[in-house]
């Protein structure tokens, strides 16, 4: 981890060090978003129920690939804050077994959390100046996140208890692509590997995630 966090700061200063004949501009460099948060697969009667979101911030350095500024590298760093609710449900006595709730069971919680340390890839294309601050853009990558706390609260009539060790991927990677024009900006990720570890009862592992929500750029 540790190795990978100083390789791509030394290469984002090594990019930085070439950019004295380009346009000195950059943009797009701190990030916001709200995702609605998912997870599927082709897990039989697996459900969600109310909202499960993803709050991220970050900050990534934009290094311009042509002397307009027009296509561009990104690499970052960023915090990542989610929740997921669904009919799994995590044992109290085993927190590695799952059983799949019943639409007769569904719990007043059943609430999966986790946070996590995000370094976004992104090539990145807009059609922006350096006057020009409303703009086109398509921006492109992968998604590295390392889980750093992940939590489980189930709430029942009959049972109530929450859970600190849970079995999700430590290591998280997925695709990103977010478009959109000026402040308004459509956001979507897909994970390339299964969300629960290999710790887990061998059926969550068909489980991945998804997002889709929205994303604000801050220059």
């Known amino acids: 981890m540790r190795l990978i966090i100083i390789c791509i700061f030394l290469l984002s200063n090594s990019f930085g060090y070439s950019q004295e004949n380009f346009q000195k501009y950059k943009e797009d460099q701190i990030y916001l978003s709200l995702y609605y948060n998912s997870l599927g697969g082709k897990l039989d009667n697996f459900k969600e129920n109310k909202f499960s979101s993803s709050f991220n911030i970050g900050f990534i350095r934009d290094i311009p690939l042509t002397k307009s500024g027009k296509f561009a590298f990104g690499v970052g760093v960023g915090l990542g804050l989610n929740s997921l609710n669904n009919n799994l449900k995590l044992?109290?006595?085993?927190?590695?077994?799952?059983?799949?709730?019943?639409?007769?069971?569904?719990?007043?919680?059943?609430?999966?959390?986790?946070?996590?340390?995000q370094i976004p890839l992104e090539i990145r294309w807009r059609n922006s100046t350096a006057l020009k601050y409303k703009f086109w853009r398509i921006y492109a990558g992968l998604k590295y996140s390392?889980?750093?706390?992940?939590?489980?609260?189930?709430?029942?009539?009959?049972e109530n208890y929450n859970l600190n060790s849970v079995p999700i991927n430590a290591d998280q990677l997925g695709f990103t692509l977010n478009i959109g024009y000026n402040t308004w900006n459509i956001g979507l990720y897909k994970s390339l590997r299964p969300f629960f570890s290999k710790k887990a009862d061998p059926l969550p592992l068909l489980l991945e995630q998804f997002k889709l929500g929205l994303v604000f750029y801050i220059l």
């Open 91 to 117: 044992s109290s006595l085993n927190n590695n077994t799952y059983n799949l709730l019943s639409n007769r069971d569904i719990p007043k919680k059943n609430t999966f959390k986790y946070s996590e340390i």
């Open 146 to 158: 390392r889980v750093l706390k992940a939590s489980y609260r189930f709430e029942s009539p009959q």
